[in-house]
């Protein structure tokens, strides 16, 4: 299962948390440079998310802008299907899966009914497993546990 990588986001550590749509990241063990979470918690250091999951809001009349689910990668094919351990490539970084997003109450403050639509379908947690690199809109994605 092949896609590609749609948008990209790093959150900065500033007061009010400001999101940046980016062309390009760079990740290494830690996280993804210059992002709030870089070296915080490596096992939810990297959000992964398709757009299935704005489609779904969409769907039930949820209107919301790219990035507003906490993404750091926005891709067009469907990860949700993996599990913990299971890797994904992303141009020449391979990220391996480490669980499921939780849901936040930030979910709520878009649309009260997000969280619930979205319990399973926000995103995944990666970390890469494959040294330093970069991620550019336009990468191919490719699901390696399919």
């Known amino acids: 299962m092949t896609g590609k990588v749609l948008e990209l986001f790093i959150t900065k550590d500033n007061a009010d948390k400001t999101r940046l749509k980016v062309d ?63 890797r994904v490539k992303i141009g020449e970084t391979i990220l391996e899966i480490t669980q499921n997003c939780t849901l936040c109450k930030g979910l709520s403050s878009v649309d009260s009914k997000l969280p619930k639509l979205l319990k399973n379908d926000r995103g995944i947690f990666t970390k890469v497993i494959n040294g330093k690199n970069e991620i550019k809109v336009g990468d191919r994605v490719e699901i390696l546990n399919y």
Do not use: C, W
């Not at 390009?24 to 709030?36: R, V």
């Not at 070296?39 to 998310?49: F, P």
């Not at 299935?52 to 969409?58: G, I, N, R, T, V």
């Open 24 to 86: 390009k990241i760079f990740l290494d063990e830690f996280g993804i440079h210059n992002d709030k979470f870089y070296n915080k918690n490596l096992m939810r250091s990297i959000l992964l998310t398709s757009l299935e999951s704005y489609k779904l809001a969409q769907e039930s009349s949820i209107t919301i802008d790219t990035g507003s689910l906490g993404e750091n990668i926005l891709i067009d094919v469907s990860p949700y299907h993996l599990k913990s351990g299971d």
